[in-house]
């Protein structure tokens, strides 16, 4: 019966200890994908700020390079 406790007990920790806690990117993965999208805002709103003083053809497509 100890044995049985003993395992749930360890079966237990095993799934607390595991799942959510480890994180999907290491700091500096975070920091460039951070980067990275406000670059693309910034480059986004370069293009909305000349559509808005009509300083290029109207259009709703973007000329860089979004992945």
Known sequence: MKSLAMLTLL???MCV????????????????????????????TTDDWNFL??????SRLTAWNVK
């Open 17 to 44: 200890a595991s799942g959510c806690e480890t994180p999907g990117y290491t700091a500096g993965e975070d920091a460039r994908n951070i980067q990275r999208n406000m670059n693309y805002d910034l480059r986004e």
């Open 11 to 13: 079966a237990g920790a």
């Open 53 to 58: 003083w009509l300083q290029e053809k109207p």
